[in-house]
């Protein structure tokens, strides 16, 4: 081990540093949150040379922006274009009160956009709005201490990122089961920490009762009645608790993968009248930006091979199918109904293909 940041501790500062406003460098292209520009530093990049503006594909077409290099789409900057206009062209929060932002002209040269995507990665990895400003700075120019990443690494690296390190555990009694036990894995790059709670004695040698439930900070701590994850969460110890064993791995997925502000913008939105996939897109998310290999690579780090997943999604036991966990029971989980998540069950069910 080096002295040097090896790449996972590199992307690991670019997060913060784009979180707290700073640019990092991609590539030879300098690249700053949108969320998080100062006007200062939009004057600086502007002084480097002519920044474009690049969304994902789902926002762009929002914004009836073509998506030229598919996911993404590169937004000349009108003269003009301050931080407030960056702001309203990447936050949809203003969409229906405001909803002529245009004209936006998007490039369609044939340039290499790994660095793009790459920036888009990011500020998804850092769980900002995916809205990223970019411009090529000339050579020499590029000024120091400024984190620099190699695009299409950086990009490897964060599809990939799911190889976690125990760090600490302890017996924790809680009302499901007294004899339970929280352990705290860490990624290698930096991330969010994983908890993993077991449950009694939870057989490896046969399938164990597991979940893998996503962080749910308003559900799961605050009782929301906007979505099922608190009872779904109590509902899954309470029956390991019965059954005398079990495993539920509580990823820090809050959001389906975008966070919690972002949710909070999703939430928004949908009290605009769109739905949760509708506001995700116009956020320039994915419907789910979970990656659930996590789930099976601290199953099996944990010496668990085979589960009765607790789960009403399907994908979720496709994924731990198709990476080495054999899922020998969907055990369904319908919980927490009431009239507040009724809509939202339903696009969970009919846009989703939750089993409900
Ligand atoms: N972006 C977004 N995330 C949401 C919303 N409502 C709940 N979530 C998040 O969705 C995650 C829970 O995923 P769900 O789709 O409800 O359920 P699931 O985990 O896929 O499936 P089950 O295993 O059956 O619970 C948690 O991270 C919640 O924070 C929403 O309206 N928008
Ligand atoms: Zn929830």
Wanted: proline share 7%.
């Amino acid at each position: 081990m080096t002295l040097l940041p090896s790449l996972p501790e590199t992307i690991s500062r670019a997060r913060t540093d784009l979180r707290i406003g700073l640019p990092v460098v991609i590539d030879g292209n300098l690249a700053a949150a949108v969320e998080t520009l100062s006007p200062e530093r939009l004057a600086g990049l502007r002084a480097l040379g002519r920044p474009v503006l690049v969304l994902t594909a789902r926002r762009a077409g929002t914004l009836k922006v073509p998506a030229y290099d598919g996911d993404l789409a590169r937004i000349e900057l009108p003269e003009g274009a301050d931080v407030a206009w960056l702001r309203a062209v990447a936050d949809p929060s203003d969409d229906l009160r405001v909803p002529l932002k245009g004209p936006l002209a998007a490039r369609r040269d044939a340039e290499d956009v790994t660095p793009h995507r790459a920036a888009i990665a990011l500020a998804k990895s850092a769980q900002l709005l995916p809205a990223v400003l970019l411009v090529e700075a000339p050579a020499g120019e590029i000024p120091q201490g400024l984190t620099r990443l190699p695009a299409a690494p950086v990009i490897a690296q964060l599809a990939a990122e799911t190889v976690l390190s125990p760090v600490a555990a302890a017996h924790l009694p809680i009302s499901a089961a007294e004899r339970t036990r929280l352990h705290i894995l860490r990624p290698a790059a930096g991330g969010a920490e994983h908890y993993a709670i077991e449950i009694g004695d939870p057989p490896r040698d046969r399938p164990v009762l597991a979940r893998l439930h996503s962080a749910c900070f308003t559900g799961d701590v605050l009782g929301s009645l906007k979505c099922d994850c608190g009872p779904q969460l109590h509902a899954a110890l309470n029956a390991m608790g019965a059954e005398g064993g079990g495993v539920l791995l509580y990823l820090n997925q809050e959001g389906r993968g975008i966070g919690l502000a972002n949710k909070m913008r999703a939430y928004d939105l949908q009290s605009q009248g769109f739905d949760t996939v509708e506001a995700n897109h116009r956020l320039g998310f994915e419907d789910d930006e979970r990656d659930f290999r996590l789930g099976a690579a601290l199953l099996r780090q944990l010496g668990f091979g085979a589960v009765r997943l607790m789960t009403n999604n399907p994908r979720k036991v496709e994924m731990m199918q198709s990476h080495g966990i054999e899922v020998a029971e969907r055990v369904p989980l319908i919980v927490g109904r009431n009239p507040w998540n009724d809509a939202y069950l339903a696009v969970k069910r009919d846009k989703s293909g939750h089993m409900l």
